[in-house]
């Protein structure tokens, strides 16, 4: 890693680096991110000083490392660390801790992974291949993804709301977790829900349903229903 400048405002300053050749990102600890298509690589910090001195970028194979260590959650209140990142291609964001920011205008034909733990937060806009999206705890994603096959992992009191298209589509929700797909055109559901998990869905094929628990499952679209099991207080219905 090469930390090419540190330009000081008194509390404030700022930093870049110099690194290439990167296809994942992977944020933790309580930064706020932005991360957007180009041609062009380029990693650039801003926010307070002490703070930016602790920051950790680095590269490790194709994954882009972002974080503040042990200090993230304790030292790092809204709006302290901010990354400004530009990349031609983004097959995987990961965020943990309390991070959050967005990442849009990326189009491929290639595979997208999205992972959020903790309270991370992300609002994509993203067209790919296979998407895969994975949410624990109080993670949240939003935003507008096209993709040709489209997974999605709720647990916790994870949230997901997106709108656009995903194919044939897997959706495995438990916890407390909510999905709100009702703007997200799903071509052949499987849909798993456990717990006290909710969602809505979006459905022109077929769709196979097992619920169990207290969960609940709403579906628009002219779905037709194949395997279906309800048990427990579990409800499914057509709006």
């Known amino acids: 890693m090469k930390d090419d400048t540190t330009r000081e405002s008194g509390p404030v300053a700022g930093r870049e680096f110099s690194l290439q050749g990167f296809t994942e990102v ?6 706020e991110f932005e991360i957007s298509q180009s041609s062009e690589y380029s990693v650039k910090a801003s926010g307070d000083e002490k ?6 970028v680095d ?8 974080g503040l260590g042990w200090l993230g959650l304790r030292h790092c209140p809204d709006g302290d660390i901010k990354v400004l990142i530009t990349m031609p291609e983004l097959k995987k964001l990961a965020a943990s801790g309390a991070a959050r920011g967005t990442a849009r205008g990326f189009k491929s034909d290639k595979d ?6 903790g309270a991370s937060q992300a609002e994509i806009g993203m067209e790919a291949g296979k998407a895969s999206v994975a949410l624990s705890g109080a993670g949240g994603a939003s935003g507008e993804l096209k993709a040709q096959g489209t997974g999605l992992t709720l647990s916790g009191a994870s949230r997901c709301q997106l709108s656009g298209t995903g194919g044939d589509t897997h959706l495995k929700s438990s916890g407390a977790s909510r999905a709100d797909l009702s703007q997200f055109q799903m071509k052949n559901a499987d849909v798993l829900i456990s717990g006290a998990g909710r969602a809505r869905i979006n459905v022109n094929g077929t769709l196979n349903a097992d619920l169990s628990g207290a969960s609940s499952l709403e579906y628009a679209g002219n779905a037709v229903v194949g395997n279906k099991s309800v048990t427990g207080a579990s409800r499914m219905r057509k709006v």
């Not at 992977?26 to 930064?31: E, F, G, L, Q, W």
């Not at 703070?51 to 950790?56: P, Q, S, V």
């Open 26 to 31: 992977d944020v933790s600890s309580a930064i």
């Open 51 to 56: 703070l930016l001195e602790r920051l950790k």
């Open 59 to 66: 590269l490790s194979g194709e994954e882009l490392r972002i």
């Open 112 to 117: 997208f992974e999205l992972e959020l733990s």
